[in-house]
Protein backbone atom coordinates (compact mmCIF):
# COMPACT_ATOMS: atom_id res chain seq x y z
CA UNK A 1 0.00 0.00 0.00
CA UNK A 2 1.66 3.57 -0.78
CA UNK A 3 2.38 5.49 2.01
CA UNK A 4 0.05 8.71 3.28
CA UNK A 5 2.67 11.34 3.98
CA UNK A 6 0.41 13.40 5.43
CA UNK A 7 0.88 14.11 9.41
CA UNK A 8 -2.07 14.28 12.04
CA UNK A 9 -2.02 15.79 15.02
CA UNK A 10 -4.37 14.07 17.16
CA UNK A 11 -5.34 15.94 21.10
CA UNK A 12 -7.79 14.75 23.13
CA UNK A 13 -7.61 14.43 27.43
CA UNK A 14 -8.47 10.65 27.46
CA UNK A 15 -5.39 8.08 26.52
CA UNK A 16 -7.71 5.76 25.66
CA UNK A 17 -9.07 7.50 22.86
CA UNK A 18 -5.81 9.04 21.71
CA UNK A 19 -4.63 5.29 21.19
CA UNK A 20 -7.56 4.36 19.24
CA UNK A 21 -8.11 6.96 16.79
CA UNK A 22 -4.03 6.67 16.63
CA UNK A 23 -3.68 3.03 16.01
CA UNK A 24 -6.82 3.38 12.94
CA UNK A 25 -4.62 6.06 11.64
CA UNK A 26 -1.98 4.00 11.49
CA UNK A 27 -3.38 1.41 9.94
CA UNK A 28 -3.74 3.48 7.41
CA UNK A 29 -0.55 5.02 6.75
CA UNK A 30 -0.85 8.41 8.21
CA UNK A 31 1.87 9.55 10.45
CA UNK A 32 0.71 10.87 13.81
CA UNK A 33 1.58 12.57 16.61
CA UNK A 34 -1.13 12.85 19.65
CA UNK A 35 -0.84 15.65 22.52
CA UNK A 36 -3.15 15.13 25.52
CA UNK A 37 -3.03 19.21 26.55
CA UNK A 38 -4.66 22.41 23.90
CA UNK A 39 -0.98 23.50 25.46
CA UNK A 40 1.30 20.54 24.19
CA UNK A 41 -0.54 20.66 20.98
CA UNK A 42 0.62 24.16 20.29
CA UNK A 43 3.97 23.23 20.84
CA UNK A 44 3.69 20.74 18.08
CA UNK A 45 2.01 22.92 16.15
CA UNK A 46 4.93 25.29 15.95
CA UNK A 47 7.02 22.57 15.66
CA UNK A 48 5.95 19.89 13.03
CA UNK A 49 4.07 20.27 9.43
CA UNK A 50 1.09 18.94 10.36
CA UNK A 51 -1.67 18.85 7.57
CA UNK A 52 -4.62 17.89 9.60
CA UNK A 53 -5.52 18.37 13.42
CA UNK A 54 -8.17 16.00 14.80
CA UNK A 55 -9.39 17.68 18.15
CA UNK A 56 -11.70 16.61 21.29
CA UNK A 57 -13.78 19.08 22.12
CA UNK A 58 -14.16 19.13 25.94
CA UNK A 59 -11.23 18.59 27.88
CA UNK A 60 -9.80 20.03 31.15
CA UNK A 61 -8.22 23.38 31.26
CA UNK A 62 -8.02 24.84 27.47
CA UNK A 63 -10.84 23.17 25.66
CA UNK A 64 -10.81 22.37 22.33
CA UNK A 65 -12.89 25.45 20.27
CA UNK A 66 -10.34 27.49 21.74
CA UNK A 67 -7.40 25.32 19.63
CA UNK A 68 -9.64 25.49 16.52
CA UNK A 69 -9.56 28.79 16.81
CA UNK A 70 -6.01 29.28 17.12
CA UNK A 71 -5.24 27.06 14.48
CA UNK A 72 -7.95 28.89 11.87
CA UNK A 73 -5.97 32.43 13.13
CA UNK A 74 -2.70 30.85 12.81
CA UNK A 75 -2.37 27.84 10.46
CA UNK A 76 -4.98 28.68 8.54
CA UNK A 77 -4.44 26.30 5.76
CA UNK A 78 -4.73 23.14 8.48
CA UNK A 79 -8.03 21.21 8.26
CA UNK A 80 -9.66 20.36 11.03
CA UNK A 81 -11.39 17.58 12.70
CA UNK A 82 -13.34 17.84 15.68
CA UNK A 83 -13.92 14.47 17.81
CA UNK A 84 -16.66 15.17 21.10
CA UNK A 85 -18.61 12.82 23.31
CA UNK A 86 -21.43 15.09 24.07
CA UNK A 87 -23.45 15.87 21.12
CA UNK A 88 -24.80 19.11 21.78
CA UNK A 89 -25.94 20.77 18.88
CA UNK A 90 -24.46 24.09 19.89
CA UNK A 91 -21.17 22.99 20.56
CA UNK A 92 -21.06 21.46 16.55
CA UNK A 93 -22.39 24.91 15.63
CA UNK A 94 -19.49 26.58 18.07
CA UNK A 95 -17.35 24.46 16.04
CA UNK A 96 -18.64 25.06 12.27
CA UNK A 97 -18.68 28.97 12.96
CA UNK A 98 -14.84 28.60 14.03
CA UNK A 99 -13.95 27.30 10.98
CA UNK A 100 -13.74 23.21 12.26
CA UNK A 101 -14.63 21.21 8.70
CA UNK A 102 -15.91 17.90 9.82
CA UNK A 103 -17.77 17.30 12.94
CA UNK A 104 -17.79 13.50 14.16
CA UNK A 105 -19.20 12.27 17.65
CA UNK A 106 -17.99 9.57 19.99
CA UNK A 107 -18.31 6.64 19.91
CA UNK A 108 -17.44 6.33 16.06
CA UNK A 109 -16.50 3.04 14.09
CA UNK A 110 -12.68 2.96 11.75
CA UNK A 111 -14.86 3.14 8.78
CA UNK A 112 -16.32 6.87 9.75
CA UNK A 113 -13.14 8.14 11.14
CA UNK A 114 -11.64 7.27 7.87
CA UNK A 115 -14.11 8.54 5.96
CA UNK A 116 -13.84 12.00 7.78
CA UNK A 117 -9.71 12.09 7.74
CA UNK A 118 -10.20 11.82 4.06
CA UNK A 119 -12.84 14.39 3.53
CA UNK A 120 -11.17 16.57 5.39
CA UNK A 121 -8.00 16.57 3.54
CA UNK A 122 -9.55 16.55 -0.08
CA UNK A 123 -9.28 20.51 -0.09
CA UNK A 124 -5.84 20.77 1.40
CA UNK A 125 -3.53 23.33 -0.34
CA UNK A 126 -0.43 21.98 -1.62
CA UNK A 127 1.95 24.89 -0.77
CA UNK A 128 1.59 24.63 2.90
CA UNK A 129 5.00 24.19 3.47
CA UNK A 130 5.71 27.56 1.58
CA UNK A 131 2.93 29.60 3.72
CA UNK A 132 4.34 28.27 7.32
CA UNK A 133 7.61 29.31 7.02
CA UNK A 134 6.33 32.49 5.74
CA UNK A 135 4.40 32.92 9.04
CA UNK A 136 7.05 32.04 11.04
CA UNK A 137 10.35 34.25 9.74
CA UNK A 138 7.53 36.99 10.98
CA UNK A 139 6.93 36.08 13.98
CA UNK A 140 8.36 38.86 16.32
CA UNK A 141 6.86 36.95 19.33
CA UNK A 142 4.35 34.29 19.62
CA UNK A 143 1.15 34.98 17.18
CA UNK A 144 2.05 39.21 17.05
CA UNK A 145 3.73 39.74 14.01
CA UNK A 146 5.72 42.90 13.83
CA UNK A 147 9.70 43.98 14.33
CA UNK A 148 8.83 47.78 15.09
CA UNK A 149 10.18 49.25 18.52
CA UNK A 150 6.77 50.12 19.19
CA UNK A 151 5.82 46.65 18.88
CA UNK A 152 8.82 46.24 21.39
CA UNK A 153 7.47 48.23 24.03
CA UNK A 154 4.17 45.66 24.28
CA UNK A 155 6.47 42.31 24.01
CA UNK A 156 8.28 43.73 26.75
CA UNK A 157 5.41 44.44 28.90
CA UNK A 158 3.88 41.09 28.17
CA UNK A 159 7.20 39.45 29.13
CA UNK A 160 7.25 41.02 32.59
CA UNK A 161 3.49 40.55 33.10
CA UNK A 162 2.85 36.69 32.07
CA UNK A 163 3.92 34.97 34.62
CA UNK A 164 2.24 36.58 37.40
CA UNK A 165 -0.86 37.43 37.88
CA UNK A 166 -0.98 41.36 37.90
CA UNK A 167 -4.02 42.79 36.59
CA UNK A 168 -3.51 44.35 33.08
CA UNK A 169 -5.00 47.13 31.30
CA UNK A 170 -4.89 47.16 27.67
CA UNK A 171 -5.84 50.60 25.76
CA UNK A 172 -5.32 51.06 21.90
CA UNK A 173 -7.83 51.94 19.13
CA UNK A 174 -10.36 49.45 17.58
CA UNK A 175 -7.96 46.91 15.54
CA UNK A 176 -5.07 47.64 16.79
CA UNK A 177 -4.29 43.72 18.46
CA UNK A 178 -6.03 44.12 22.21
CA UNK A 179 -7.21 40.72 22.43
CA UNK A 180 -4.47 39.38 20.74
CA UNK A 181 -2.43 40.96 22.88
CA UNK A 182 -4.64 39.82 25.83
CA UNK A 183 -4.23 36.00 24.34
CA UNK A 184 -0.55 36.28 24.33
CA UNK A 185 -0.52 37.38 28.09
CA UNK A 186 -2.16 34.08 28.87
CA UNK A 187 -0.79 31.85 25.96
CA UNK A 188 3.07 32.78 26.54
CA UNK A 189 3.20 32.09 30.27
CA UNK A 190 3.04 29.43 32.81
CA UNK A 191 -0.45 29.81 33.22
CA UNK A 192 -1.43 28.98 29.08
CA UNK A 193 -2.56 25.20 30.00
CA UNK A 194 -5.57 26.83 31.77
CA UNK A 195 -8.06 28.63 30.73
CA UNK A 196 -8.62 31.93 28.51
CA UNK A 197 -12.37 33.16 28.91
CA UNK A 198 -13.05 35.81 27.02
CA UNK A 199 -16.25 38.28 28.13
CA UNK A 200 -17.58 41.07 25.96
CA UNK A 201 -19.16 43.20 29.22
CA UNK A 202 -21.20 45.36 26.76
CA UNK A 203 -22.93 42.08 25.57
CA UNK A 204 -24.21 40.76 28.45
CA UNK A 205 -28.12 41.82 28.77
CA UNK A 206 -28.43 42.81 32.43
CA UNK A 207 -30.87 40.05 33.86
CA UNK A 208 -28.76 37.35 32.64
CA UNK A 209 -24.91 39.31 34.35
CA UNK A 210 -25.22 37.80 37.64
CA UNK A 211 -25.71 33.83 36.37
CA UNK A 212 -23.46 34.73 33.54
CA UNK A 213 -20.72 35.45 35.44
CA UNK A 214 -20.95 33.86 38.65
CA UNK A 215 -22.90 30.92 37.43
CA UNK A 216 -26.21 29.65 39.47
CA UNK A 217 -27.17 26.97 41.62
CA UNK A 218 -29.37 23.91 40.97
CA UNK A 219 -33.20 25.32 41.90
CA UNK A 220 -32.30 29.09 41.73
CA UNK A 221 -35.10 29.73 39.65
CA UNK A 222 -37.45 28.01 37.32
CA UNK A 223 -35.65 25.67 35.07
CA UNK A 224 -32.58 25.46 36.75
CA UNK A 225 -32.72 21.54 36.68
CA UNK A 226 -28.81 21.71 37.80
CA UNK A 227 -25.74 23.52 38.73
CA UNK A 228 -24.21 25.59 36.03
CA UNK A 229 -20.54 27.95 36.19
CA UNK A 230 -20.47 31.62 34.88
CA UNK A 231 -17.38 33.06 32.93
CA UNK A 232 -15.59 33.53 36.38
CA UNK A 233 -16.00 29.69 37.19
CA UNK A 234 -14.80 29.04 33.96
CA UNK A 235 -11.77 30.71 34.30
CA UNK A 236 -10.59 29.12 37.24
CA UNK A 237 -6.67 29.63 37.78
CA UNK A 238 -6.50 31.06 33.89
CA UNK A 239 -7.76 34.71 32.56
CA UNK A 240 -10.44 36.03 32.21
CA UNK A 241 -10.74 38.95 29.37
CA UNK A 242 -13.09 41.57 30.08
CA UNK A 243 -13.34 43.38 26.88
CA UNK A 244 -15.05 46.19 25.95
CA UNK A 245 -14.96 47.23 29.55
CA UNK A 246 -16.02 50.73 28.79
CA UNK A 247 -19.49 49.03 27.81
CA UNK A 248 -20.04 47.53 31.04
CA UNK A 249 -23.79 48.82 33.23
CA UNK A 250 -22.51 50.08 36.32
CA UNK A 251 -24.07 47.09 38.01
CA UNK A 252 -21.68 44.74 36.32
CA UNK A 253 -19.06 47.32 37.12
CA UNK A 254 -20.50 46.95 40.94
CA UNK A 255 -20.00 43.31 41.00
CA UNK A 256 -16.51 42.86 38.98
CA UNK A 257 -15.28 45.84 41.71
CA UNK A 258 -16.45 43.19 44.54
CA UNK A 259 -14.59 40.15 42.93
CA UNK A 260 -11.66 41.98 42.24
CA UNK A 261 -11.50 43.30 45.50
CA UNK A 262 -12.50 40.20 47.32
CA UNK A 263 -11.94 36.83 44.93
CA UNK A 264 -14.82 35.47 45.94
CA UNK A 265 -18.48 34.95 44.03
CA UNK A 266 -21.67 33.39 45.13
CA UNK A 267 -23.44 31.52 42.98
CA UNK A 268 -27.27 32.77 41.99
CA UNK A 269 -29.22 31.38 44.24
CA UNK A 270 -26.61 30.54 46.21
CA UNK A 271 -25.42 31.32 50.03
CA UNK A 272 -21.93 29.29 49.57
CA UNK A 273 -19.13 31.85 48.84
CA UNK A 274 -16.45 30.33 46.05
CA UNK A 275 -12.58 31.38 45.86
CA UNK A 276 -11.90 32.01 42.24
CA UNK A 277 -8.10 32.35 41.16
CA UNK A 278 -8.02 34.24 38.01
CA UNK A 279 -6.44 37.06 36.00
CA UNK A 280 -8.40 39.92 34.79
CA UNK A 281 -7.26 41.49 31.99
CA UNK A 282 -9.22 44.25 30.67
CA UNK A 283 -9.20 46.03 27.15
CA UNK A 284 -11.06 49.56 26.36
CA UNK A 285 -10.99 51.64 23.63
CA UNK A 286 -12.56 54.54 24.77
CA UNK A 287 -10.81 56.64 27.11
CA UNK A 288 -12.35 55.57 30.25
CA UNK A 289 -11.41 58.97 31.94
CA UNK A 290 -13.59 60.69 29.81
CA UNK A 291 -16.15 58.03 31.37
CA UNK A 292 -15.29 58.84 34.83
CA UNK A 293 -15.66 62.18 34.25
CA UNK A 294 -19.71 61.77 33.37
CA UNK A 295 -20.14 59.61 35.78
CA UNK A 296 -20.49 56.39 33.52
CA UNK A 297 -17.66 54.43 34.74
CA UNK A 298 -16.99 53.68 38.25
CA UNK A 299 -13.54 55.50 39.57
CA UNK A 300 -12.81 52.65 42.17
CA UNK A 301 -12.78 50.11 39.59
CA UNK A 302 -10.77 52.14 37.02
CA UNK A 303 -7.74 52.00 40.11
CA UNK A 304 -8.46 48.14 40.24
CA UNK A 305 -7.73 47.50 36.79
CA UNK A 306 -4.75 49.82 35.70
CA UNK A 307 -2.24 47.90 38.08
CA UNK A 308 -0.73 47.36 34.65
CA UNK A 309 -1.58 49.65 32.17
CA UNK A 310 -0.67 48.32 28.30
CA UNK A 311 -0.64 50.89 25.06
CA UNK A 312 -1.41 49.16 22.35
CA UNK A 313 0.12 51.83 19.46
CA UNK A 314 -1.87 52.41 16.09
CA UNK A 315 -0.24 50.81 12.96
CA UNK A 316 0.54 54.61 11.65
CA UNK A 317 3.27 55.04 14.84
CA UNK A 318 4.79 51.59 13.56
CA UNK A 319 4.23 51.53 9.88
CA UNK A 320 7.66 49.91 9.56
CA UNK A 321 5.31 46.55 10.68
CA UNK A 322 2.97 47.02 7.72
CA UNK A 323 5.09 44.79 5.31
CA UNK A 324 5.90 41.93 7.40
CA UNK A 325 1.79 41.94 8.31
CA UNK A 326 0.98 42.77 4.69
CA UNK A 327 2.89 39.20 3.76
CA UNK A 328 1.35 37.34 6.35
CA UNK A 329 -1.90 38.20 5.12
CA UNK A 330 -1.07 37.51 1.92
CA UNK A 331 0.03 34.20 2.83
CA UNK A 332 -3.29 33.37 4.82
CA UNK A 333 -5.86 34.91 2.18
CA UNK A 334 -3.83 33.41 -0.60
CA UNK A 335 -3.82 29.57 0.27
CA UNK A 336 -7.61 30.40 1.65
CA UNK A 337 -8.56 31.97 -1.80
CA UNK A 338 -6.31 31.28 -4.38
CA UNK A 339 -4.21 27.65 -3.15
CA UNK A 340 -1.23 29.92 -3.29
CA UNK A 341 1.21 32.98 -1.82
CA UNK A 342 -0.10 36.14 -3.96
CA UNK A 343 3.04 38.43 -4.72
CA UNK A 344 2.71 42.68 -4.29
CA UNK A 345 4.01 44.90 -6.41
CA UNK A 346 6.79 47.57 -4.69
CA UNK A 347 4.75 50.26 -5.86
CA UNK A 348 1.14 48.62 -4.14
CA UNK A 349 3.30 47.68 -0.64
CA UNK A 350 4.42 51.19 -0.96
CA UNK A 351 1.24 52.96 -0.99
CA UNK A 352 0.06 50.20 1.93
CA UNK A 353 3.18 52.00 4.32
CA UNK A 354 2.12 55.59 2.90
CA UNK A 355 -1.77 55.03 4.29
CA UNK A 356 -2.63 56.33 7.99
CA UNK A 357 -4.99 52.99 9.07
CA UNK A 358 -7.46 54.43 11.09
CA UNK A 359 -8.81 51.11 11.28
CA UNK A 360 -5.51 49.82 12.32
CA UNK A 361 -4.42 45.87 11.85
CA UNK A 362 -8.07 44.74 11.30
CA UNK A 363 -8.39 47.59 7.93
CA UNK A 364 -5.16 45.95 6.50
CA UNK A 365 -6.71 42.38 6.93
CA UNK A 366 -9.34 43.64 5.22
CA UNK A 367 -7.71 45.28 2.55
CA UNK A 368 -5.41 42.65 1.39
CA UNK A 369 -8.25 40.08 1.51
CA UNK A 370 -10.58 42.00 -0.74
CA UNK A 371 -7.16 42.54 -2.78
CA UNK A 372 -6.41 38.61 -2.92
CA UNK A 373 -9.54 37.91 -4.24
CA UNK A 374 -9.71 40.63 -6.71
CA UNK A 375 -6.29 40.65 -8.23
CA UNK A 376 -5.05 38.49 -11.40
CA UNK A 377 -1.86 37.39 -10.81
CA UNK A 378 -0.27 39.72 -8.11
CA UNK A 379 -1.71 42.59 -6.17
CA UNK A 380 -1.03 45.97 -7.63
CA UNK A 381 -2.19 49.48 -7.24
CA UNK A 382 -5.04 49.02 -8.92
CA UNK A 383 -5.80 46.39 -6.77
CA UNK A 384 -6.03 48.97 -4.00
CA UNK A 385 -9.31 50.55 -2.55
CA UNK A 386 -9.78 54.21 -3.96
CA UNK A 387 -8.63 55.81 -0.76
CA UNK A 388 -5.48 54.11 -0.53
CA UNK A 389 -4.21 55.14 -3.80
CA UNK A 390 -3.26 58.37 -3.30
CA UNK A 391 -2.45 59.20 0.09
CA UNK A 392 -0.47 61.82 1.36
CA UNK A 393 2.42 62.01 4.37
CA UNK A 394 0.43 64.19 7.39
CA UNK A 395 2.99 65.73 9.51
CA UNK A 396 3.69 64.40 13.20
CA UNK A 397 2.31 65.00 16.39
CA UNK A 398 4.58 68.16 17.13
CA UNK A 399 4.83 69.57 13.76
CA UNK A 400 2.62 72.62 12.22
CA UNK A 401 -0.64 71.67 10.60
CA UNK A 402 -0.72 73.33 7.58
CA UNK A 403 -3.94 75.52 6.67
CA UNK A 404 -6.38 73.91 3.69
CA UNK A 405 -4.89 75.78 0.78
CA UNK A 406 -1.11 74.86 1.41
CA UNK A 407 -1.83 70.96 1.47
CA UNK A 408 -4.02 71.45 -1.31
CA UNK A 409 -1.29 73.07 -3.42
CA UNK A 410 1.60 69.69 -2.11
CA UNK A 411 -1.60 67.72 -3.06
CA UNK A 412 -2.32 68.31 -6.35
CA UNK A 413 1.95 68.62 -7.19
CA UNK A 414 2.00 65.11 -5.38
CA UNK A 415 -0.38 63.76 -7.81
CA UNK A 416 0.98 65.52 -10.63
CA UNK A 417 4.46 64.14 -9.69
CA UNK A 418 2.54 60.45 -10.00
CA UNK A 419 1.11 61.16 -13.39
CA UNK A 420 4.47 62.38 -14.76
CA UNK A 421 2.39 65.77 -15.56
CA UNK A 422 -0.50 64.17 -17.45
CA UNK A 423 -3.17 67.13 -16.87
CA UNK A 424 -5.77 64.66 -17.77
CA UNK A 425 -4.79 62.27 -15.53
CA UNK A 426 -4.64 64.27 -12.81
CA UNK A 427 -7.80 65.42 -13.30
CA UNK A 428 -9.42 62.55 -13.51
CA UNK A 429 -7.58 61.66 -9.64
CA UNK A 430 -8.54 64.49 -8.09
CA UNK A 431 -12.09 64.73 -10.09
CA UNK A 432 -12.03 68.02 -10.96
CA UNK A 433 -12.45 68.92 -14.67
CA UNK A 434 -8.87 69.96 -16.47
CA UNK A 435 -9.59 73.58 -16.52
CA UNK A 436 -10.04 73.74 -12.78
CA UNK A 437 -6.87 72.36 -12.39
CA UNK A 438 -4.76 74.51 -14.92
CA UNK A 439 -6.59 77.48 -13.11
CA UNK A 440 -5.19 76.26 -9.85
CA UNK A 441 -1.61 75.14 -11.29
CA UNK A 442 -1.23 78.67 -12.23
N1 LIG B 1 0.64 42.18 15.71
C1 LIG B 1 -0.27 41.47 15.03
N2 LIG B 1 0.11 40.45 14.26
C2 LIG B 1 -0.78 39.73 13.57
N3 LIG B 1 -2.08 39.94 13.57
C3 LIG B 1 -2.54 40.94 14.31
C4 LIG B 1 -1.66 41.74 15.10
N4 LIG B 1 -2.41 42.66 15.76
C5 LIG B 1 -3.68 42.43 15.40
N5 LIG B 1 -3.78 41.40 14.55
C6 LIG B 1 -5.02 40.89 13.92
O1 LIG B 1 -5.85 42.01 13.66
C7 LIG B 1 -7.20 41.74 13.98
C8 LIG B 1 -7.69 42.71 15.04
O2 LIG B 1 -7.05 42.42 16.28
P1 LIG B 1 -7.85 42.41 17.67
O3 LIG B 1 -9.18 41.81 17.51
O4 LIG B 1 -6.95 41.85 18.69
O5 LIG B 1 -7.99 43.98 17.85
P2 LIG B 1 -8.69 44.83 19.00
O6 LIG B 1 -7.71 45.85 19.41
O7 LIG B 1 -9.21 43.90 20.03
O8 LIG B 1 -9.86 45.53 18.20
P3 LIG B 1 -11.29 46.08 18.76
O9 LIG B 1 -11.00 47.24 19.65
O10 LIG B 1 -12.00 46.51 17.52
O11 LIG B 1 -11.92 44.94 19.46
C9 LIG B 1 -7.25 40.29 14.41
O12 LIG B 1 -7.60 39.50 13.32
C10 LIG B 1 -5.82 40.02 14.87
O13 LIG B 1 -5.50 38.66 14.74
MG1 LIG C 1 -11.20 43.48 20.60
Not at 31 to 55: F, N, R
Not at 102 to 128: G, I, R, S, W
Request: glycine share 4%; proline share 3%.
Amino acid sequence: MALNRENILIVDDDVHILELIQRHLKALNYHTYKAISVKEAITILQDKAIDLLITDLRMPGVDGLELVKYVSEHFPHIPKLVVTGYPSIDGALDALKSGAMEYMTKPFTKEELKKAVLNALKDKPKKKQVVSNVAKDNKAYGELIGKSKALKKVTDVIERVKNNKATVFITGESGTGKELVARSIHYMGKYATAPFVAVNCGAIPENLLESELFGYAKGAFTGADTQRDGFFQAAHRGTIFLDEIGNASLATQLRLLRVLQEKEITRVGSQKVEYVDVRVIAATNVNLKDLIAKGRFREDLFYRLTVVELEVPPLRARLEDVAVLAQTFLFKYGVEFKDRLIPITEDALAALERYTWPGNIRELENVIQRAVIMCHKQITIADLPEHLKYTIDFPEDNQELLPLKTVERNYILKVLEFTKNNKTQAAKILQIDRKTLSEKIK
